[in-house]
């Protein structure tokens, strides 16, 4: 039995790359854009509304990682490698930088 080995970068969706989310995303805003983080995706989260919430002019500096659900999140911090895929209900948010979006 042989196993195949292929390069990331040949799975992802044309025009598209792995990008990593918001750097500093400041305080918690009630009204804000939901991210993800490592922590989140450790522990499954997939509620959307217990995820933090950052200002929309932050998070609209990083529209490469705003979800659109179905995307593969894996963790690049912490517990390296933990992933989930984005459930349509994360629609809209966005990512930490301890997290990549692979489309």
């Known amino acids: 039995m042989t196993s195949e080995s292929i390069p990331l970068g040949q799975l992802i969706r044309d025009g598209t790359r792995i990008s990593y989310g918001i750097v500093q995303p400041g305080m918690h805003v009630e009204e804000g ?4 983080q ?6 499954a989260n997939t509620d959307v509304n217990s995820l933090s919430s950052v200002e929309p002019e932050i998070a609209a500096g ?3 990682t705003q ?3 179905g995307e593969l999140l894996v963790t690049v911090v912490g517990v390296i ?3 989930i895929i984005a459930p349509p209900e994360f629609a ?3 990512v930490s930088r301890s997290v990549a979006v692979i489309r």
Not at 38 to 43: E, T
Request: cysteine-free; proline content about 5%; aromatic content about 10%.
């Open 81 to 83: 490698g933990g992933s």
């Open 62 to 64: 990083y529209p490469r």
């Open 92 to 94: 809209g948010a966005n």
């Open 38 to 43: 490592a922590q989140d995706i450790a522990a």
């Open 33 to 36: 854009v939901k991210f993800v």
């Open 67 to 69: 979800l659109e659900g």
